[in-house]
C-alpha cells in the first residue's frame, strides 16, 4: 500500500530538509513540497497566500495520482487547519493510500528563532527572504508562536500523528527519529 507521508510543523523546523533527505535515500518517492510549487505561480511574491491557494488543487492531484499508482509521496506542508489537513487525508485515503502524520517539533521560542535562519544555508535562494518579509507582514515572532500553538492543539485533536522532536543542529538525528517513527 502506497503512502502519504505528511510532514507538518512550524515554519523553519527542517520540514522541506527532511523531505529532501527522505526522497534522496528513498527511489521513486515523489517530494511534493507545495512551498516550491507556489513559486510556479506569476505573481507569487506579493501573493504568496493567494499562489498557495491556486496551487493546491493541482498538488493533490498530483498526489492522489501519485500514490493510485502504487507510489509514496511526502508532503513537507505546515497545515493548522483541520479541514485542509483532511483534504490531504481524503486524497491518500481516495487513492487507496495510507496518511501518515508526523509533526516536527521543538519548543515554542527555539521554533521562533529557527525561522528567521531558515535559509542560511542558501542565500541565493530569494524564497527565503520573501517568506520572512511576509511573516513579518502578518505579525512576525507573534504570527510564528500562534502557529506553533496552533499545532500543538491540533496534535492533541489527531491520535494518529506523532510528535518527532527536531533539535536546531542536529538533522541526522532528527532524521533517524523520523526513519524510527515509520518502522
Not at 483534504?87 to 525561522?115: H, I, K, P, Y
Not at 535559509?119 to 517568506?131: C, F, L, N, R, T
Not at 541526522?172 to 515509520?182: I, K, N, P, R
Request: charged share 20%.
Amino acid at each position: 500500500m502506497s503512502r502519504l507521508l505528511h510532514l507538518n510543523g512550524p515554519p523553519g523546523i527542517g520540514k522541506s530538509t527532511l523531505a529532501r533527505r527522505y526522497v534522496e535515500d528513498h527511489h521513486g518517492v515523489l517530494n511534493c513540497d507545495i512551498d516550491s510549487l507556489r513559486t510556479f505561480i506569476g505573481g507569487w511574491e506579493t501573493s504568496f497566500a493567494e499562489a498557495g491557494r491556486l496551487i493546491r488543487p493541482a498538488a493533490l492531484a498530483m498526489i492522489q495520482a501519485y500514490l493510485a499508482e502504487g507510489n509514496d509521496v511526502v508532503l513537507p506542508q505546515m497545515l493548522v487547519n483541520p479541514t485542509e489537513l483532511a483534504r490531504f487525508e481524503a486524497c491518500a485515503t481516495q487513492a487507496g493510500a495510507s496518511f501518515v502524520e508526523r509533526v516536527l517539533m521543538d519548543e515554542e521560542a527555539s521554533a521562533v528563532s529557527r525561522f528567521h535562519h531558515r535559509g542560511d544555508s542558501d542565500p541565493d535562494d530569494p524564497w527565503h527572504a520573501q517568506v520572512r518579509d511576509i511573516v513579518a507582514a502578518e505579525g512576525g515572532n507573534e504570527r510564528l508562536a500562534h502557529y506553533h500553538r496552533a499545532l500543538t492543539a491540533l496534535v492533541a485533536e489527531r491520535p494518529d500523528a506523532q510528535v518527532i522532536t527536531s533539535v536546531e543542529g542536529a538533522a541526522d538525528q532528527t532524521y533517524q527519529a523520523l526513519l524510527d517513527s515509520l518502522a
